[in-house]
């Protein structure tokens, strides 16, 4: 996945862990965003309309995570294994071209 | 190398601070407290004149930030030790649960205070108690020695299991009482604790880690459990390095309840700390004086005893718990724990609850033999007076 500061890091991939002894003795790397995809906790999905959108990136200077990334085609894309659904970017979008969705899992 | 200890003459905390340096501590972050100040400045002094190489010493302005830095310093894999008192350790109480939840093997002298108000700097065990839920283990000193040797101890058992442990001994009686200590020369130390194996490390820049990190619902009961089952697993381990301890030292600890002529005891005093040396002494006296009683003293709270605890009472028909510690709007909190650990099984003594020496109260042979009085009436009588005995009070 490209992203403006180049490729979203390769094996970045959840890790469940379905039985306690598969669990680490102590709390730590679990933590780290590579397994743990924050983008989890999200209610709200943002989705963007391509045909709004002017590419003036106020949405990913806005982004706190940041999960928003500059595609190929100058558009925005949504990293959504770290994006938890703020709305921030949907706030700040000056052309309403990002709407909050309640997301379906 | 055979083991020919080197006497001195030392106070509890001086004690300490030796075994602090024989173990090869690489950080110690503290904050001065009455009574615990003299284990760091001996510490310092250490420092200072060369003794010590290869340590850390962080002065820092506040025990919540001592503790803070010991569990950074642990989590980088080094041995760290620190030490506090009763309102001290009460402000570390957040960061305790910071160091046993990431399972970081420090350990800290608490030398038991009373807590304030009314204000006093007196020995009682209320302060580490009320840190019994934090997921330290925690032992009890009755004399200098055993400061020194629960300190080496406490090391190799919390880097065996990776839980923090406190090594507990009474406000002045011990911290600033001076006796003759059995220090061990520092190569036998090395052989019985060699240099710690961290779980994990911060300093492993090629597997770097986040240590702290959120738990979601998913993850933290699982990490609880791990923590559970380590306390869990600590007995045995406990059991092994305190038999170990013997063999190399001269002095068993593979017992977490010390037994003190109870074989054929009628009655048992049970309790905690130095208390339990004035206590033995007394079970001599009464002894000559026709009293079939015995000891039982408990080295470690946590982990807690409960088997050790469930042989003794199956053999005496009462005990005597002997607490110096108080559970506001219950009991005493060993006499507590000991009633609950026995309530599912077939051992049924009767129990009582002596409520003795907070805030340092005076606590004598004498005493121990009007609680003999006491008891012996109690169990000719099959039945306790009152189940909690504020013994000390002025009536």
């Known amino acids: ?105 | 190398m055979e083991y020919k200890p080197v006497r001195k003459v030392v106070s509890g905390n001086y004690a300490a601070a030796y075994a602090v340096k024989h173990a090869r501590v690489e950080v110690v972050a503290a904050y001065p407290i009455t009574p615990q100040t003299s284990i760091i400045e001996k510490i310092a002094e250490f420092i200072a004149n060369g003794e010590i190489d290869n340590i850390q010493y962080v002065p820092v302005e506040s025990e919540h930030s001592a503790m803070a830095a010991s569990i950074g310093a642990s989590a980088t894999g080094a041995r760290a030790f620190t030490a506090t008192s009763a309102q001290g350790l009460a402000l570390m109480h957040e960061m305790l649960h910071w160091a046993a939840g990431a399972r970081l093997p420090i350990v800290m002298v608490d030398v038991n205070r009373a807590m304030a108000p009314p204000w006093s700097v007196w020995d009682d065990q209320t302060d580490s108690l009320s840190q019994r839920d934090t997921g330290w283990m925690q032992f009890y000193a009755e004399n200098n020695q055993e400061v020194y040797d629960g300190v080496l101890m406490a090391f190799k058992i919390a880097e065996t299991v990776n839980l923090p442990a406190m090594v507990i001994e009474s406000a002045f009686i011990l911290s600033h009482t001076y006796d003759v200590v059995e220090m061990i020369p520092q190569e036998l130390v090395d052989e019985f604790l060699p240099p710690r194996k961290p779980l994990y490390t911060l300093t492993d820049f090629d597997n770097p880690i986040s240590v702290g990190a959120l738990g979601t619902p998913n993850d933290y009961y699982e990490f609880r459990y791990k923590l559970a089952k380590a306390m869990e697993d600590a007995k045995k381990v406990i059991h092994e390095v305190g038999k170990e301890f013997g063999e190399r030292f001269g002095r068993d600890y593979s017992q977490m309840i010390e037994l003190y002529r109870t074989e054929d005891a009628d009655f048992v005093f049970m309790g905690m700390g130095s208390l339990m040396g004035t206590v033995k002494q007394a079970v001599d006296v009464l002894r000559e004086e026709g009293y079939k009683v015995g000891a039982a003293k408990v080295r470690w709270f946590r982990p807690f005893p409960s088997e050790e605890l469930y042989e003794l009472a199956k053999d005496v028909q009462a005990i005597a718990v002997l607490d110096r510690n108080f559970s506001f709007g219950q009991e005493g909190i060993l006499f507590n724990e000991a009633k609950g650990v026995l309530y599912n099984t077939d051992a049924k003594p009767l129990m009582k609850n002596y409520i003795v020496g907070l805030g340092g109260r005076d606590f004598t042979v004498n005493d121990v033999r009007k609680i003999a009085e006491n008891m012996k009436a109690i169990i000719d009588k099959g039945e306790l007076d009152v189940e909690v005995d504020w013994y000390h009070l002025k009536r």
């Not at chain 1, 989705?47 to 940041?66: A, L």
């Open chain 1, 1 to 105: 996945m490209n992203t403006l500061f180049g490729e979203k890091k390769e094996g970045a991939t959840k890790i469940v862990l379905k039985s306690v002894d598969e669990y680490p003795e102590a709390p730590v790397s679990l933590g780290t965003t590579l397994s743990n995809f924050t983008g989890d906790w999200r209610t709200f999905i943002p989705v963007i309309d391509d045909d709004k959108c002017v590419k003036c990136y106020i949405c990913w200077k806005f982004c706190p995570e940041p999960a928003i990334f500059i595609r190929e085609d100058g558009y925005v894309g949504v990293d959504y294994d770290y994006c938890k659904g703020c709305g921030i970017c949907a706030n700040e979008c000056p052309t309403k071209a990002i709407t909050m969705e309640k997301e379906e899992k």
